[in-house]
C-alpha cells in the first residue's frame, strides 16, 4: 500500500516511492505527469486511503486474473502513456469467480 497510517500521537504517514513495477499499481492522481513545474504552482502530492484502495484493487484483479495491470504492455513507459491517457485496465474476457465458488 502506498500509505500506512498509524496512530502514534496522531495520524503518521509513511510512503515509498513509486519505481519500476510498482507504476502499474499506482494511483493516476500520485503520478506527477507535468512536464515542468516551477516552486510556485508545485504541489506535493500525498497518498490518501482512495488512492490505496485503488493499488488494493489492482492488487486483487492480478491476484483473480494471475497476470499484473497492464500486462499487454511490456515496458513501463507505455503503461506510463496508458495511464496519462486515462487508460484503465482491461477487464478479463470471462468471469473470475461464480456464484458456485
Known amino acids: 500500500m ?3 497510517l498509524t496512530e ?3 495520524p503518521t504517514f509513511a510512503t515509498f516511492l513509486h519505481a519500476g513495477g510498482a507504476l502499474r499499481w499506482a494511483a493516476p492522481e ?3 505527469l507535468r512536464v515542468s513545474e516551477t516552486e510556485e504552482n508545485s504541489s506535493e502530492v500525498v497518498p ?3 488512492s490505496d484502495i485503488h493499488s488494493f484493487g489492482g492488487i486483487m484483479l492480478q491476484v483473480l486474473t494471475g ?3 497492464y500486462h499487454y504492455y511490456s515496458r513501463e513507459t507505455q503503461v506510463l502513456h496508458a495511464i496519462s491517457k486515462g487508460e484503465i485496465p482491461k477487464r478479463p474476457n470471462q468471469a473470475l469467480v ?3 465458488q
Open 30 to 32: 500520485l503520478l506527477d
Open 67 to 69: 497476470k499484473v495491470l
Open 2 to 4: 502506498s500509505t500506512l
Open 98 to 100: 461464480t456464484d458456485r
Open 48 to 50: 490518501t486511503p482512495r
Open 8 to 10: 502514534l500521537g496522531g
